[in-house]
Every structure is written in structure tokens, then in C-alpha cells.
């Protein structure tokens, strides 16, 4: 059965969202800073640096775009359940949301996994 969330836990899941969203941006600039690493090193001469710099940006805008684009509040449990799948937010930290919402994520990560 579909759970629709009160607006008092709508504001609640927007701000979980945004702290992982915020770990997410934090996680691409970490994979460019890699190659930036490993150009400096002279491990990648400018053009492989550059062209791997471009595929990983391009690839997590991708993954961003699928996840948090056109984002409403009836998405908003199946986004957080994607974000805890991802290891990007913890399970712990959904302790502000209800009984309900949590059991809801929980019935989501139970599917994804198995």
C-alpha cells in the first residue's frame, strides 16, 4: 500500500535528501580529485587526465540526474531508500522520520537486496 507522508515528515525527508545530496557532490568532486592526484603524480598525461576527469563528472551528473530530478514528495521515501542502499546516508539517521516511513524504506532496501 502506498504511504503518502505528512507534511511535517515531508520537511523532515527534504532535509535528509539534502545531507545525503550534499555527500553525493562531495563524492564527485572526490573522484575527479582522484585523477587530478594521479595526473599531478604524472600517472596521466593531460588529454587521459582530462577525458577521466569528463567520464566520471559526466557519469555521477548522470547518476544525480536519475536520482534527484523532478524530485516530489511522493519520491521522496524511494530516494532516501536509495541513499541508505548507496551507503550515502545511514539508516540511523532516518530516526526523525515515522514508525511508518521507516518501515517503508526498510520494505525498499529489503527488496534491493535481495
Do not use: C
Not at 569528463?54 to 557519469?59: I, R
Amino acid at each position: 500500500m502506498p504511504y503518502e507522508l505528512p507534511k511535517s515528515q515531508k520537511k523532515i525527508a527534504r532535509e535528509i535528501i539534502e545531507k545525503g545530496l550534499m555527500r553525493e557532490y562531495q563524492n564527485g568532486i572526490e573522484k575527479a580529485d582522484a585523477v587530478f592526484e594521479k595526473w599531478k603524480s604524472g600517472k596521466l598525461d593531460n588529454r587521459e587526465a582530462y577525458l577521466s576527469v569528463y567520464k566520471k563528472l559526466t557519469s555521477h551528473d548522470k547518476h544525480l540526474t536519475r536520482r534527484y530530478d523532478n524530485m516530489s514528495g511522493s519520491k521522496y521515501l524511494m530516494i532516501i531508500s536509495g541513499q541508505v542502499a548507496d551507503g550515502i546516508v545511514s539508516f540511523d539517521e532516518l530516526g526523525e522520520l515515522n514508525d511508518q516511513a521507516r518501515q517503508v524504506i526498510q520494505n525498499w532496501l529489503d527488496v534491493i537486496e535481495s
